[in-house]
């Protein structure tokens, strides 16, 4: 046999193996993906979207109450802006904070290109803009919150 024959055998054999082998990965892939869990590193095939604002969350830890109005209300295609106004279990403001605002399509597993801009005002009040809501669906605004408490919070809206 030739040895270009031998090599074009062994590359026809090899390319069935990994394509069993890719195709074997890709399943297991599907599958975990399809358990999704909560969180902010991952999507979830469960995501409870509002259209209606305001809306009411709580961060993960359940120590911050956060109030979500936005301009437009309810959020629209296009670019949107965010109030948080952000306060302890007694109801206090809470000032000082840092927030990282992600927009995120679960569904599509992606963000935006943009990032959103953050400012605080009125004290315990963080006005997010800039968020860039480019196509319809389910979006979360995933906020890491740092400074004098550290938590998160994910609330999540309908965009028609």
């Known amino acids: 046999m030739l040895p270009q024959m ?12 990994n394509l069993r082998r890719s195709a074997g990965i890709g399943l297991a892939a599907s599958l975990l993906c399809a358990c999704g869990s909560e969180g902010t ?8 979207a509002v259209t209606q604002l305001p809306m009411t969350v709580q961060s993960a830890s359940g120590a911050l109450t956060v109030v979500i109005n936005g301009n437009p209300s309810p ?3 296009g670019e949107d802006t965010f109030e948080m106004a952000i306060t302890d279990s007694q109801g206090v403001p809470v000032t000082g904070l840092t927030l990282t605002v992600v927009p995120w399509m679960p569904a599509m597993g992606h963000g935006t290109s ?11 009040t963080y006005v997010i803009g800039d968020v860039d809501l480019f ?26």
């Open 135 to 160: 196509m319809a669906g389910v979006w979360q605004l995933r906020t890491a919150i740092s400074g004098p408490v550290t938590d998160d919070v994910t609330p999540s809206f309908d965009i028609p």
């Open 114 to 124: 943009t990032v959103p801009t953050v400012s605080e005002s009125p004290p315990g």
């Open 6 to 17: 031998r090599f074009w055998r062994h590359m026809e054999s090899w390319g069935r193996v």
């Open 75 to 77: 959020p629209a295609q």
């Open 41 to 48: 590193g991952s999507s979830s095939a469960a995501v409870t």
